[in-house]
């Protein structure tokens, strides 16, 4: 079926608020020249959500959080809720990023708890995935793949997943210039889907699964031109215009 492309920019800790709010003008002046059948959005850091999303209204830019924490409210110093973060003006939020699970310790059953935060409050959930290198060369990809989709949607219904956007990023092609070929990205996701189809069924054709790890202008048209790919989590290239603009237009 017609899944429509969806291109997230990933901010990870980088831009001030100024700019920020610079990089979304200069996305939206690009988009309204070149319009775009894909779905685009941001993540910011939680800062400059707010005036983000305040400078991306108006255009087909959405804006979303990095992160959220899986109570509203509470005793929870540092933390930021999704009523926070739909208070700021953001639709998205990324969940379980490997950087979250590599240097915070975010594991598969607190991604799950996050993720029943999300969905409760409406936001749209980005759920990461991926192997390391060792993982991949040690026979075991599917299994961490297999894992990790299953621990992170235990206990939803098809029904409640059904804004569900899975990003798989090989951990090994991450920020590294190192990209999966075209074949093992769309072989990937091609299972991907079939551990979807045995958690929800039929709501596994309609989920859009995005690429990341070391998507550039270069690379983004082929590897978005497979059929079980559906977008791209983007981290670097999504902090300039011109090249985030590069790979939306590789969207189509």
């Known amino acids: 079926m017609a899944r ?15 700019e920020g709010t610079a990089l979304v003008a200069a996305l939206a002046k690009g988009l309204a020249e070149k319009p775009t059948k894909a779905e685009v959005a941001v993540c910011p850091v939680a800062l400059a959500v707010a005036a983000v999303a305040a400078a991306a209204k108006g255009s087909p830019i959405g804006v979303g959080a ?3 924490h899986w109570e509203d409210k509470g ?16 639709k998205y939020v990324i969940l379980g990023h490997s950087e979250r699970r590599q240097y915070y310790g975010d594991t598969d059953a607190l991604i799950n708890k996050r993720l029943g935060a999300a969905l409760k409050h409406g936001l749209v959930p980005i759920v990461c995935i991926g192997e390391t290198l ?62 979807l189809k045995g958690v929800v069924g039929g709501l596994a054709d309609s989920i859009r699964i995005q690429y990341g790890g070391s998507v550039k202008a270069d690379n983004a048209k082929e590897i978005l031109s497979q059929p079980d790919v559906d977008g791209a989590l983007v981290g670097g290239a999504a902090l300039k215009a011109p090249y985030f603009l590069a790979i939306i237009a590789g969207a189509g």
């Open 4 to 18: 429509q492309k969806f291109i997230a920019g990933n901010w990870k800790l980088n831009l001030t608020i100024a």
């Open 66 to 68: 990095q992160n959220t």
């Open 75 to 90: 005793a929870f110093t540092g933390e930021l809720s999704p009523v926070l973060i739909k208070d700021a003006g953001a």
């Open 134 to 195: 060792a993982e991949r060369q040690g026979g075991k990809l599917e299994q961490v793949l297999k894992t990790q989709i299953t621990g992170a949607l235990a206990g939803f219904t098809a029904d409640q997943l059904k804004t569900l956007v899975i990003a798989y990023e090989p951990v090994w092609a991450i920020g590294t210039g190192v990209t999966a070929t075209t074949a093992q990205a769309q072989e990937t996701h091609a299972y991907v889907r079939s551990v």
